[in-house]
């Protein structure tokens, strides 16, 4: 007998203690939120939908009135706001809504970007920075 899940991919709430840990692995898209924004709830139906579209990219939300120190740490000042990770670097912010088509272009970027390149600009920048 084959089991299987059939049930769609749904967005993983964050928290202070589980961020870290969930956005080191492949590619994370973030849903920065709170309970009473108006632009949060019209745009959360289009985020599950994007997690239903995509079961092997994680799709997880925070809800900033849970975890503000988290949500300061990454200076979140409109929400909803979208944070793309790939392998724990952020690659993507931005501030409002986004419609689908946006979102399917993000993780197609997304799946696209050469880490090892990303990682060799972020080495140059900091020696850069530190005068090497």
């Known amino acids: 007998m084959i089991i299987t899940n059939d049930l769609p991919a749904k967005p993983v709430e964050l928290t202070e203690q589980t961020f870290d840990e969930v ?3 492949g590619i ?3 849903d920065w939120w709170a309970p009473w924004c108006g632009p949060c709830r019209v745009f959360a139906p ?3 939908q994007a997690a239903a579209r995509y079961p092997n990219v994680t799709f997880a939300k925070v809800n900033t009135e849970v975890a503000p120190r988290l949500a300061g740490e990454f200076r979140i000042q409109a929400i909803p706001t979208l944070m793309v990770f790939k392998e724990g670097f952020l690659v993507f912010a931005q ?3 986004l419609p689908a088509a946006a979102i399917d272009e993000l993780v197609a970027q997304a799946k696209k970007l050469d880490m090892d390149k990303v990682r060799a600009e972020i080495a140059a920048a900091e020696a850069k920075a530190e005068g090497v």
């Open 46 to 48: 289009i985020f599950e």
């Open 23 to 25: 956005v080191e692995k």
């Open 28 to 30: 994370v898209l973030v």
């Open 95 to 97: 501030p409002g809504m």
